[in-house]
Structure formats: structure tokens, C-alpha cells
């Protein structure tokens, strides 16, 4: 595995600008416009939300750790990029992903057990079977060009923790935030240590409501208002005084893996004795990141993109996705029959 992100085929392959990935995405549309029209889909993110239940659902069956879940998450988000999805049986994708998945994250899993838990966990649609497994697994492999191994945000969490002395709770609200960045585009967008940064603003500098939200695993929905003042508040704190923090991330020719290093938190903030208060532990965050290579405006981004994520979750509708999918599914066996 590719230790320094920075030389790995994730950054050099499957990193875009917006712009980039919505001349993508509009292009594959295009080109299968009649079949989009014939069959419509709910939204891009609450479709996410949906594989991210099925995942969930055969990753328990599996006993997958979540690693492994978040990898798949990457594959099927990186092959429907390539892929018209109503070209294909997600359920075939999400439970190939799945295998995929567990063998690049060293948590292998036997083809036969994944396609009689992958059965179980969707009895209605019984079209998993070691053969179509096998050709899903090499079409996933072909359209991501084996450029398999994903960097996930997870290790970086782990030392901002330590810098920052976070909390139990603060540190599972930011394990939840990471593991939520997977239902957007985020990964296909920024680096993985820079989610992480965003997820221990979330976590630390704003409080989440007590209400519940369908389908988000921060454990509440986060108050758009206050998320943004904060947010200026925090940015205009560190940019204002050096404008160190900003659009350092964005600048190619720099040294990447300094600037890796650095993200990762090497640069040290003194741990204050006793029990940090959110006030105390916020203003050491903003000081380290005016003293890293993070891109401020990478990370407001990435803050404002979960609060939208949030409020979609809203609406989210399990039933309505699994109808919709089941449509082209069963269109699409009914078709192969004949």
C-alpha cells in the first residue's frame, strides 16, 4: 500500500475539481438520456444514503469492520461515475464491492459467504451468484483501472485526537462525520486529511440537535445557522491575522509530502492541563490550522456539504429508493428472459 498519499493513485486518479466531476457526470447522462428518462431516481445523495444502508446491512451479516465498509463505499461511488447505474443491478454491485472491498482491506471473505448473506439480506431480488459476482468483480476492477487502495481520514482523526485532547463523545461525533462524508462527493474532491480536520470542527466547534435524522450517522442534524456563523467566525480567525491557512492545499507545486505532514500533525499545540473546554480545544484547532497546509476554503467546503447532507437526509425515503432500483432491476431480468 501507497504510504505517502500524496504519490498514491487515489490523489493522482480519482481527485477532481467540481467542475471536473459535473462535465463527467453531465457527458455519461448525456449518453444514456433515454434511459434515465424512462426510469427516475431519487437524488444523488439520498441514492447514497440507501447503499450505505445495504452496505451496512451485508457488512453486519459479514462482520466487515467499517474500514472495509467505507472502501466499498469509494468503489461503488468511483464505478457510477464511469457507469450509467440503471445499467446495472446495484445489489450485484454493492455485494461485489463488498468482497472486493474486504480482500484490499486484508478482511477476506469466502465469494460463497458473501453470495448467501448478499441472498438473505435481498430475497426479492435473487440475482447474486458466484459467476455474476466473479464478472461484477472484474468490471469494478476494470472501470476503476485496479487502482484499488483508497486513504481514508480515519488515521488522521486518530492523531488529532491526541493533539487535541477531544472528548469520547467529540471523538464519535467526528468518527460519524467521516463515515457520513462517504453519502457526498467529498471524497472524490479533497484529501482524506482534510476531511478529518472538517469532521473535528463539526464535532468540536458546533453541537448537533437532539432530533434525530433518517440515514445520518452524526446523531442529529446540525443547525445550519449556527454552523455557519461559526464557520466564518472560525475561518476569519485564521486567515486574518498570518492568511496562513489559505490556499496552501490547492498549490501543485509545492512539496506534497511536507504539506502531508504537516496535515497529519506534526505541527505541535501544547495540551492544556486538566480537561479542555470546546472554547479551548476550538481555538487550538484554529491555531494549528493556521500553522498547517490546510486549505481553509477546502475545509468550509467540506463543513457547508455535510450541513446540506444533513437537511437531504431529511427527506430521505428507504422505501421509495428500493421501489425505484427494484423497477430497472426487474426490467432489466425481464428483458435477459426473453
Known amino acids: 500500500m501507497a504510504a505517502n498519499y500524496w504519490a498514491s493513485t487515489q490523489y493522482r486518479s480519482w481527485l477532481f475539481t467540481k467542475q471536473k466531476l459535473a462535465q463527467t457526470r453531465a457527458q455519461r447522462e448525456m449518453e444514456e438520456s433515454s434511459l434515465i428518462q424512462q426510469y427516475q431516481l431519487p437524488e444523488r445523495r439520498l441514492l447514497s444514503i440507501f447503499f450505505r444502508d445495504q452496505i451496512a446491512k451485508l457488512g453486519r451479516r459479514l462482520q466487515l469492520r467499517q474500514q472495509a465498509q467505507a472502501t466499498a463505499q469509494v468503489y461503488v461511488r468511483r464505478f457510477y461515475l464511469k457507469v450509467e447505474i440503471r445499467q446495472t443491478n446495484p445489489y450485484l454491485v454493492l455485494a461485489t464491492a463488498m468482497y472486493l472491498a474486504s480482500k484490499m482491506e486484508e478482511c477476506p471473505q469466502h465469494i460463497r459467504v458473501v453470495v448467501n448473506e448478499a441472498r438473505n439480506s435481498w430475497p426479492d431480488l435473487n440475482a447474486v451468484d458466484t459467476a455474476k ?30 493533539m487535541l485532547s477531544l472528548s469520547a463523545d467529540e471523538r464519535s461525533l467526528a468518527w460519524s462525520v467521516i463515515n457520513d462524508h462517504y453519502l457526498t462527493d467529498l471524497p472524490l474532491l479533497y484529501a482524506p486529511h482534510v476531511i478529518a480536520v472538517a469532521a473535528v470542527f463539526l464535532a468540536v466547534g458546533l453541537k448537533p ?49 511536507q504539506g502531508q505532514s504537516k496535515a497529519k500533525g506534526t505541527v505541535e499545540i501544547p495540551a492544556a492541563a486538566g480537561a ?25 467546503d467540506c463543513t457547508q456539504e455535510m450541513i446540506s447532507l444533513y437537511e437531504a437526509c431529511e427527506v430521505y425515503n428507504a422505501r421509495l429508493c428500493a421501489e425505484q432500483i427494484a423497477r430497472f432491476v426487474k426490467a432489466q431480468q425481464l428483458e435477459r428472459s426473453k
Open 133 to 162: 459476482i466473479g464478472e461484477c468483480e472484474f468490471w469494478l476492477i476494470s472501470e476503476m483501472k485496479s487502482q484499488l487502495i483508497v486513504h481514508h481520514p480515519y488515521r488522521t482523526l486518530t492523531e488529532l485526537e491526541r
Open 276 to 300: 479542555a473546554s470546546p472554547n479551548d480545544k476550538l481555538q487550538r484547532w484554529t491555531a494549528w490550522v493556521a500553522e498547517s497546509e490546510v486549505d481553509m476554503d477546502a475545509i468550509v
Open 209 to 257: 440537535s437532539t432530533e434525530g435524522v433518517a440515514g445520518a450517522g452524526a446523531g442529529g442534524s446540525l443547525k445550519k445557522a449556527s454552523t455557519m456563523s461559526a464557520t466564518k467566525q472560525t475561518v476569519g480567525s485564521v486567515t486574518s491575522g498570518k492568511g496562513r491557512g489559505k490556499g496552501k492545499g490547492k498549490d501543485k507545486d509545492k512539496d506534497k509530502s
